[in-house]
């Protein structure tokens, strides 16, 4: 007998224990049958479906996954399956962008009376993942790989010729701030480093120069720094696109934050030629005027010629990068909106992550980080920057932006009004993708 006849594919089923649950349970007290393919895993509600458990079905073998809860308006939690619904959409392009195969992953709808809708969902899924065979190309190294190693980071663009101009104001603004008692502490770029400024005198050390790469608002979720008093922040435009999150994320109190905004056409780095704002908005001193912003054909570039490849080819390309992963974590450690008390990654009851810096690990891991700054991320690029294998993290992020900008005209941290994307649903979010 040939192999794709034995093949008896397995399949993974996360239900709401309220709706499909029940609608499994009627299929078999009604006798109808379907294939014995699938294993079902309930929980309380979709909303409660971490993504993590769909990415460990694939990892402990499973050829397809399913997620099914209620219809839209009858959860028994009022919104989860809303919720699920806004999540599932951009983790799907997440996955995409990893070279996951959509056609493994499926969701649906059904109710508790829907025996026959459970009884012919598994068996279309079944047949449809039998033909597809076993999912041999999780986490494969097909021979794809980025043509070229890691490009060795530029050299630092020269110093504009405002930017002497610009350092000057920074250091008279500095000064008056903190002889004032506006603030207490500036946190600024340094000569090799940032620098904790708390008196008018040593002003002069602060800098601007190219080598001010750093988004040091990341320093301002750290107790350390929150013991020192009331701060002024220096910030590039992409910085402050992070404020604005923070703010809403109830991370930082705006009114006692001093902003400095420095304008800057881009300091040299490929985090650069991604970003969009070079002029800072909502800063509170705002020292000089930026050039344009990158194109976008120059900003997505990178992201289009990944997604030209085949789902395979993108998956290989990914494993040979996280392959140079060594779980140092750097990529959030510098994140500044990465500042759970503990992170997934370090717990260990239960583990979600492999901790070790294995196919499976590593990919977890950057799903995990990927996706918890879905709708967040607001591409400083700074995980990319502080890699030190060089692998372009920036570019799942950047695969994340791009389907809240063309499924929810979102972008992260441009609007201080703007709802946060994630913890927000709408009646009229797209679900062509649930059946
Ligand atoms: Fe079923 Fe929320 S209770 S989806």
Redesign the pocket.
Known sequence: MSEASQFEPKIVAYV?????YLGADLAGTTRLEYPANVRIIRL????RIDFNLLIKAFEIGADAVLVS??HPG????TA??YH?RRRWILFRELLDSLGFDLRRIHFTWISAAEGRKWQEAVTRITEETRKLGPYRELYQKNGFRRPNAPPPPKPPAPAKNNAAAQEQQLRETCARLLSEGTVQVVIGYGVGGPVFVRRAEDAAKLVWNADCQANLTTYLKRKEIKRLGKAAVVVKGCDERGLVILEKESQIDRQTLRVIGMACDGMGQPKCDTCTVHQPRFADEIMGQAGAAPSEATRAGALDALMQLSPAERMSFWAHEFERCVKCYACRQVCPLCYCERCIADKNRPVTIDTSATPKGNFAWHITRAFHLAGRCVGCGECTRACPAGIPLGLLNLSLARAAEKHFGYQAGMDPKAEPLIGTYALTDKEEFIR
């Open positions: 709401c224990n309220w709706c499909t309380p509600c979709t909303g809860g209620c009858d959860c028994h939690y989860g399956n699920a």
